[in-house]
């Protein structure tokens, strides 16, 4: 496991945000608590996590004959997700001051857009009401054992298209690895 | 998606489909308005009449997923949507909905008749101060209907018909942005809202507008003479994306 840092402008008053992404859930979760470990006032942070609006437990729920989500309404729905967790999690703790990092925040659901072969410009716009973090973290993952990743990929598997879910996790990686350049995560 | 030239196929053939169809070509139609504006009932009569013009028939309506849906319902009930989620969890059903029904049935060169179409998320989200722009992006690669109909009536007579059964609920009523307690005063001003944003929409995106204070029978009849002077519109080509996107997704060759 990989990790690198990028300091960006900050854009949120006050408290911060860490954006850490990566394939793999339980590894980025394991990184952004790391990094809350370390902060200064590691009582005053927290970790805001995928699915804390319970949308994709709730899609679980549903059977085969509801269809399989495309990589689109995946992203809707985890766009609906992120819109939550800002609301209840990662904004209320940036504007008390607090550290928070949001472990995944926009780039793991670009990788995965972008390995589902939907348009950069669609996937910068959907996560247009997501504010810049003052910091980001990209943790270097092999495979997507959980977390949104893993998930949909496994879905986009069931289409009749042929996705392979191993080759789309691979794809999303390399995207990752190419953001983090992009950006000197 | 598909590779570049992978896309031109599916272009092609999407092309194909709608423009030199085995049959009759697939047919979009949506009907558009605010609560209360009778769209459903004309909706209903409209399709019985077609299908005993032979013609093969399906309706979708808004928010019906069997996928998004409850995730709205459950959401709804405990009034815990922002309008951000709000529009997100619409779109997613919407999305959803045009790869699972609407798509397979214009494929199959059906006409789909949709009670309430993408412009009810426009119109409801502008109505919630959302940008525009940024929920028309949501619904892309977009999918334009043959003929939109838009059933127009005032504010007053939305409120009226609506709060003739029943009280509107929570996000019906727009009490989410309203900040009012009362549901038929929050109604009145949120739907006001919403009529506006329709009434821009009807401009851009060149609604039939429909005055649905007539009588029943006259908006019906209206609305016959109006689908066979649109029938034989040509496939517009704005839809090709919308598509090939689909195409490649359920791996149809023909």
Redesign the interface.
Known sequence: MAVADRKASVTMPRGTLIAVDGIDAAEVVAAARARIAAAARPRRAGVSLWDASGVFDDLVVAGPDAGIPSARTLLLLYAADLAFRLRWEIKPAVIEGRVIAAAPYVATAVAFGRAAGLPTAWLKELFRFAPRPAQACYVDCSSARSGFIGFGCNQLSQHANGFSARDTVARARTHLQAAARRTRF | ??SRPENRRLRELARLRFTKPPGRRGFLVAFEGPDGSGKTTQRKLFKTWLKSEGLDVVTTKWNS????K??IK??KAVQAL?P??FS??H??DF??RV??AIMPALWDGKIVIADRFLFTGLARDGARGLDLD?VL??Y?PLLWPDLVFYFAVSADTSGRRVTATRTPNFYESGRDVTDLDDPVESYHRFVTSVIKEYESLAVIFKFITIDAEQSMSQQHYQLRELFREGENRPWSEWNVEAVAEWL?????QA
């Open positions: 998606m598909a997923s069997d996928l998004v409850p995730i459950s959401r922002s951000e989620e997100l969890l779109a997613a999305r959803h790869e699972h940024w992006r949501l892309q490649s997704l359920t791996g149809r």
